[in-house]
């Protein structure tokens, strides 16, 4: 398996416009997760879907961020407008999720998106 | 929610000695304890986990310790090489509306001088 794919990964555009980013998780793979790290705040969860479900969106920062996940191998961070403070790099995670509470599940993550905005 | 602090920020070791990585948290229902490895460029990757019902676990040159009653946990690498040199970040997981929520540290990064 090739991993988590995520593209692109460089993305540099200007205060105002939209950016989007993307996500291929393992093949297989029921959970989802998006991660935002800063040198400031580390590695915050943004959201966790579940079998493309969203399940956890409490660390979203504000209503210009917004994801979705319309099938079990694709899934998108939509940032709209951007700002400079959304400069960081964005991770996405994927973990096979058995459902029993005794088993903790490796989360495998992409390679990242460094976002630059200007 | 959890708040997990990690300490210190920065650490160099000559390469050979052992380094060490402390974790404290916050929220006594963390179970499951991850440690992640990032090197430059790429995204963590686990490295070695503890749960709570485990006090140490070893493998190889890395070895966790947990004290559920402190609620601390630390990360040992013994005999450190060049290519340990990376960020670690430690993690607490808990059990919330029926998935894991993990919540991660600052991170450390670590430099192992040859």
């Known amino acids: 398996d090739a991993g988590v794919i995520q593209s692109p990964r460089h993305e540099v555009t200007e205060m105002g416009q939209e950016v989007t980013l993307r996500c291929k998780p393992i093949?297989?793979?029921?959970?989802l997760f998006w991660y935002r790290q800063t040198m400031m705040r580390g590695l915050e969860l943004l959201i966790y879907?579940?079998?493309?479900?969203?399940?956890?969106d409490s660390g979203m920062p504000e209503d210009r961020f917004s994801a979705k996940m319309p099938n079990a191998s694709f899934s998108t961070l939509k940032i709209q407008p951007s700002e400079p403070r959304d400069s960081a790099v964005y991770f996405c995670?994927?973990?096979?999720?058995?459902?029993?509470?005794?088993?903790?599940?490796?989360?495998?993550f992409g390679p990242g998106t460094r976002l630059t905005v200007l | 929610g959890e708040n997990v602090e990690q300490h210190p920020s920065t650490l160099s070791v000559q390469e050979g000695d052992s380094a060490v990585i402390k974790c404290t948290y916050s929220?006594?229902?963390?179970?499951?304890f991850p440690w992640y490895k990032q090197e430059l460029g790429k995204g963590p990757q686990l490295i070695i986990d503890i749960r709570s019902n485990v006090g140490e676990k070893k493998d190889q040159r890395i070895a966790v310790t947990l004290n559920k009653t402190a609620k601390h946990f630390s990360l040992h690498i013994t005999e450190t090489q060049p290519e340990d040199s990376a960020v670690y970040f430690c993690a607490a997981t808990r059990e919330l509306g029926g998935y894991q929520k993990v919540t991660f540290g600052t991170g450390t990064k670590l430099q192992v001088i040859p």
């Open positions: 093949s297989g793979h029921n959970s």
């Open positions: 929220d006594s229902a963390s179970n499951y």
């Open positions: 995670a994927s973990s096979l999720s058995s459902g029993s509470r005794s088993s903790y599940n490796e989360q495998f």
């Open positions: 879907f579940n079998n493309n479900v969203p399940i956890d």
